[in-house]
């Protein structure tokens, strides 16, 4: 399963078959693919920035912030060891509850559970959303 997306105008996606072709803002505005014959979810641009920023890892997490000079440490409030888009994801006790939300929503659909699975499937992406819309976190 691949996903494409340009700068063109017009982008290219492909989920198995067949080939879709979406201008750029559908693909941010609408949240299903059009007559594709499946429900495949379309995040908005702000839910694409958030993803964006945790697969790069350039959010606004405390060890990324910490060589900016805008933490004091990098390190998580809740439990003291570096806050990383792994610990938020996968480890951290002070989102267990909605953790376990999400990495139950992601079994169902066969996704791997570690990061690098999690952030870069596409059919992941809207419980990742979610996970990080019921934190309140701001990335």
């Not at 014959?37 to 910490?66: I, P």
């Not at 805008?70 to 390190?75: E, P, R």
């Not at 994801?89 to 953790?99: E, G, N």
């Not at 939300?101 to 809207?126: C, F, H, Q, W, Y």
Request: aromatic share 6%.
């Amino acid at each position: 399963m691949q996903t494409y997306v340009s700068t063109c105008a017009t982008t290219l996606i492909t989920f198995g078959t067949p080939s879709i072709k979406v201008t750029r803002r559908e693909l941010l505005t609408k949240p299903y693919f059009p007559d594709d014959g499946k429900k495949t979810w379309r995040l908005v641009q702000t839910d694409t920035a958030t993803l964006f920023r945790l697969r790069t890892g350039h959010c606004k997490l405390h060890l990324h912030l910490f060589p900016l000079g805008l933490h004091q440490d990098g390190l998580c409030d809740a439990c003291h060891t570096p806050e990383t888009v792994a610990h938020i994801l996968l480890v951290c006790p002070q989102y267990h509850a909605q953790r376990e939300i999400m990495l139950a929503n992601l079994r169902k659909i066969g996704v791997n559970v570690n990061t690098a699975d999690i952030l870069r499937n596409p059919e992941a992406s809207r419980h990742v959303q979610h996970f990080v819309n019921v934190t309140n976190r701001t990335l």
